[in-house]
């Protein structure tokens, strides 16, 4: 059988994307909310 | 810890890609293409392991009331979707070279499919209820009944004639792969547990910092 390395790289290719990306939303998130607590607490 | 967590992550991701492409041996059926087998097999491991903590953390919610076991639950459900789709994925694009096709409606996929549109439901419903107190009811009842497709998913290679092989590791008895087989599987489940400690610990301190700033 043919080793079909297209497929491989497909499959690892888009485990990697997909995980980047949503590791990458936490982040964001998490930053984004960070920098709404600030001024409230500055104003505290 | 979360730096710690990461950081562990990172070398067993590593690790589990050298095991994969540097260490594990060609198939001699299937040839290369076996390999997305390490991230197949682990992904939907993460997937039965994502959705238990989800029954455990929903029950313990019924009962006790804790708001982290609800946030467990929420950020586990999230992670477990994720994991899921990424083993209809990768198993569709392995089962194209060697099966011959895409997608067949044979009974493994097919209850694959129905765990991931109920737990894709599952977060739906979380979104759509406005009272949290609510929502979070509603969301434990779901993710104990959803729980019970896990099993039908997993035996379904036994109970139907499927395309799918059984399971070749998590099985009772004797294992028939090669060791060396075995080790870089091992890696990797023990890789990708690690991303889900760390993805889930990551969700579960937003979801209370979401929380705090709603409130």
Redesign the interface.
Known sequence: MPDNWGFVLLAYGLAAVVLIVYWRRLVRRERALEAESQPAARRT | MFRVVGGLTLVALAAGLVMAFGVAP?EV?????Q??MY??VP?VWVAYLAFAVVLVASIVYLARRLDGADRLAHASAEVGV?FT??TI??GS??G??TWGTWWTWDARLTSVSILFVMYLGYLLLRGMIEDPDQGARYAAVLGIVAAFNIPLVHFSVYWWRTLHQPPSLMKPGPGTMPGVIVAALMVNFVAFSL?YIY?VA??V??LR??AE?AA
């Open positions: 060609r059926t299937q040839g290369n293409v390999r997305i991230l197949h992904s994720l789709g990424l994925a990768t694009i392995w194209k070279p991303l993805f990551m969700r301190r937003l910092r979401e700033a």
